[in-house]
């Protein structure tokens, strides 16, 4: 088989992909006008992050560190949803668990970092390392 019979039949399956796809997504969409597309509760938007090399880490174990995120200036009365990253000028990268979100209140969360090599406080602040963070709630 050719090149261009091998085209051919990549677009003419893309087109039957895009064709069938699109059929349930208008049955959805014509469902969708009956939606209210404003809830009845206004919500706000904040973000911050922590200090970029001087963020409060504490030692959790060998290859483990964490924070405590403050988010109270925000002013939340409930539980928002937390969105984080983590920042800094190297290794970052290599770590896990910057989206995990632990012991979660309308005023902050905690995050665990997890690296597989021997972690500290000093390391992470050494490549200031620091948590950013974006909530939205009430």
Not at 57 to 69: A, F, H, L, S
Request: proline share 4%; hydrophobic share 40%.
């Amino acid at each position: 088989m050719n090149v261009k019979k091998i085209f051919g039949m990549l677009i003419a399956l893309g087109a039957v992909l895009c064709i069938t796809l699109a059929l349930p997504v208008n049955a959805v969409a014509g469902e969708l006008e009956s939606i209210p597309l404003l809830a009845a509760t206004e919500y706000k938007i904040a973000s911050g992050s922590t200090t970029p090399c001087k963020t409060e880490w504490v030692d959790y174990n060998q290859k483990g560190i964490y924070v405590d995120v403050d988010t109270s200036a925000a002013g939340f009365t409930e539980t928002p949803l937390y969105f984080t990253s983590i920042g800094g000028k190297g290794n970052h990268w290599t770590t896990s668990g910057a989206t995990s979100i632990y012991s979660a209140s309308p005023t902050g969360f905690r995050i665990y970092i997890y690296k597989d090599v021997s972690l500290t406080p000093e390391y992470a602040n050494d490549r200031c390392w620091h948590m950013n963070w974006m909530a939205i709630g009430e």
